[in-house]
């Protein structure tokens, strides 16, 4: 429950997903689970490779793994996608700084108003 | 659809800013000034084309510089709702210089983005001060990377509304 737990953890996630094959992996995942052959199909890998991948997937609690010996299906666990943020809380931070600079430049035209509609 | 109800795959940023609402609603919609702060320092916006009208198209041109040189980028989308010095809402991908929509993958962006967003701006004049509501959320795209991301977020937010409770 200590906050050092959570970050060893998120840390863990983030290191899974800092891979564009797990990501791609994952992506699959969200339509549907799948046994290892049809996971490695579109990439140009060994199925040991890829199996590496499921580890290190399965070992962030990114994906779970069926218990049939041969096949072992595996499919996404969304738990812990749920503590990584979405696309959009990349963006905050980008748009945080936009408004400061629309605040600026609100600031900057204020002084010689009605001026605004120039060319730039 | 665009379901702007589903918060859990979107940004929302609430800003006073010390200006009257046509003054922000300017900052929108009025290219020059659209232009003044959109972009990131060190980035230009020479070209912004802006029909802000319902299905009006826009087209902006962005020009970062990078060590191999200037880079041109461009976003393309469409105004859905217009009502001056209230409500904007547009939609915003990545695209050429034709406005023909460019995979997230193919401009070297994460999986995880959408092809196309949706930025709502909800405006409120109080006091000659406006307060600014700008939510920024990704829309079902038709790409089967995009469109599997989007579902896993979908069942993401259900998850998490459930665990929340």
Redesign the interface.
Known sequence: MTLTAEDDRLDQTFAALANSTR??I???L??GEANVNELAEPFDLTLPAISKHLKVLEHAGLIVRGQRAQCRPCS?D??R??EVS????Q??P??????D??????KQ??PRRKT????? | MADSSDLTNAVVIERTFDAPVETIWQMWTDPTHFAGWYGPPGASIPDEKMEVRVGGTRLVCMVVETPNGPMRMWFTGEYREVVTNQRLVYTDSMSDEHGNVLSPSEMGMPDTHPTTTEVIVELDEIDGHTRMVMTHVGIPAGSPGAMGWTMAFDKLGIYLETHRA
Request: glycine share 8%.
């Open positions: 990501r791609a994952l992506a699959r969200a339509q996404l969304a738990t996608l749920g979405s696309w959009a809380e963006y905050r980008i748009w945080e700084a936009r408004f600079r629309m605040d600026n430049y609100i035209l204020q605004g509609k120039q060319n730039g």
